[in-house]
């Protein structure tokens, strides 16, 4: 196995990087993935092999009668008063920056981008967590799409408190009705295993966003009938 795909096995999930095929099963959640990000994770349920870790889908939503997306920005979650301070801004921008632009470049190719709630609009919440709702004190990011820090080298190592995040994160993402409010589906994604990310490049790190956005939003393009 190459390094980039150890790398993407454990930051992230084994299908992220498709550098396995065994599907490995998540039990329930337990307050130790509650972050907090998602409303209700009672709903969540063990994911298949072709769907995230922990998944909740609307059995009711109509999802052929969607063709616009409302994207967020996306924000990070760590347990632990200013536990973000540690980690330089440009990279908190960056890793938000760049899961956002993964997801909104797939989106892009199947709905048309919005940015205000409507019949037919999809809102989309993303979040990189490494938190749990039951701590005292969570330090949340969100980025400002229009703030413009120096980012690190494109192909440069990810300073080590940054891997300290990654290490122990997972991302949590849930679908809105952007006119009723009305929760279509929610999910954590959190198989991995353990190891170091030592190695782990921004460029690594890219492509394996590049490809869960590609897996999310093509399975959503199925569903809503914009993908055959």
């Known amino acids: 196995m190459s390094r980039h795909c150890r790398a993407a096995v454990t930051v992230l999930v084994v299908v992220l990087a498709g ?15 509650m972050s907090g990000f998602l409303d209700d994770y009672a709903l969540l349920r063990e994911g298949g092999p072709d769907e995230v870790s922990l998944v909740y889908r609307n059995p009711d939503a109509r999802w052929t009668s969607y063709d616009k997306v409302l994207l ?64 005292p004190i969570l330090d949340v990011y969100t980025a400002d799409q229009r703030a413009s820090l120096s980012a690190p080298p494109p192909d440069g190592p990810i300073a080590p408190e940054t891997r300290r995040l990654l290490e122990g994160a997972v ?41 869960w956005a590609d897996q999310v939003t093509g399975r959503l393009e199925r569903r809503t009938g914009r993908r055959p």
């Open 19 to 33: 550098c396995a095929a065994r599907h490995r099963a998540a039990p329930p959640p337990t307050p130790e993935d």
């Open 72 to 135: 967020e920005p996306v924000s990070i979650w760590r347990s632990g008063r200013r536990s973000l301070a540690a980690i330089p801004e440009r990279d908190l921008l960056r890793l938000a920056s760049d899961l956002y632009t993964a997801v909104k470049t797939h989106l892009g190719e199947g709905f048309t981008l919005v940015k205000e709630p409507g019949p037919g609009v999809i809102r989309i919440r993303l979040a990189i967590t490494n938190a749990r709702a039951s701590d």
């Open 171 to 211: 991302i949590e993402g849930e679908l809105r009705d952007a006119a009723t409010d009305e929760l279509l589906a929610q999910g954590v994604e959190r198989r991995r295993t353990t190891g170091s990310l030592e190695h782990l490049t921004w460029a690594e790190l890219d492509r394996i966003f590049d490809f």
